[in-house]
């Protein structure tokens, strides 16, 4: 990305062009419905050229006349050139309006934002424990594409994926023909309670950590409800690990992405401008309030 930083305010994001400020017309090509409250989107330019490039971990504007615009996470692997990929959970007066769209619809789009997951640096040739919960998934899909599509250069990969129900697994088509199919790659799937046609595990997703008992020479990366990445971390504390080892992602956190909203901020970090991934040490010295 180029340091064209002409036009911007006194606060732009290093290396932001100023053209990331303002939406680029983009048309959605596919949706796809996950679960009964989650559609994939995927959104291309209306020339063909690629929209923009961004890494595992960062966030996209997604804008919608008339409905408003928020950041979603990019679900979609950097591997893919010509297409960006959101999966969003129907949960407000703009997802409702991005679910009600049809296939051939435009939309306006922008990024990327944030500080992407360390998937060529901190990540490469180690071992890796994905933990994901609910919609918690989208984010790390980005990451676990990216990681098959260069399967050589990382480690074992263990994929920990629970949700209420069967009906709410994310991908769960992909995770089961293509996911659990991967070499040196081990797949675990829970749902919270019991269910007529599931023989698979039942049970909360830090319980089940604790049943698998990875062993503490990994790499892991964790998203999913508040409430459970805090029981998770419990979790992987309790087996060994360390913080420095734990990876999240505080997307949810952001608004603007450029550090002028001020909602994101806590204590001397802006989550969409030292985030949205962070080391789970980082976020320790973060005020409590977080």
Known sequence: MSDNTS??????????KKDMLVPQLAVVTDIRTDTPD???????????QPLFDHMPGQCAMLTLPGSGEAMF????????????EFSIKRCGMLTEALHAMEPGQEIGIRGPYGKPFPVDTEFRGKKLLFIA???GLAPLHSVIDYVRAN???????????????????????QIQTEWMKEKDTDVYLTIDRPQEGWDGHVGFVPS???ELAFKPDCTAIICGPPIM??????ALIEMGFDKKQVYTTLELKMKCGIGKCG???????FVCKDGPVFRCDEIDELPGEY
Do not use: E, W
């Open 151 to 173: 399967r050589d250069a990382y480690g074992h990969m263990d994929i920990l994926y629970g949700s209420r129900s069967a009906a709410d697994l994310v991908d769960l088509d």
């Open 229 to 234: 990445i805090k029981f998770v971390l419990q």
């Open 208 to 210: 089940y950590l604790k």
């Open 7 to 16: 036009g911007c305010s006194g606060n732009c994001v290093p290396g932001m």
């Open 263 to 269: 909602r994101c901020n806590i204590g001397s970090k």
């Open 73 to 84: 996470s990019i679900t979609s692997s950097p591997t893919h050139k010509d297409y960006k």
């Open 133 to 135: 919960g609910g919609i």
């Open 38 to 48: 989650v559609k994939t989107f995927r959104v291309k330019s209306l020339d063909g």
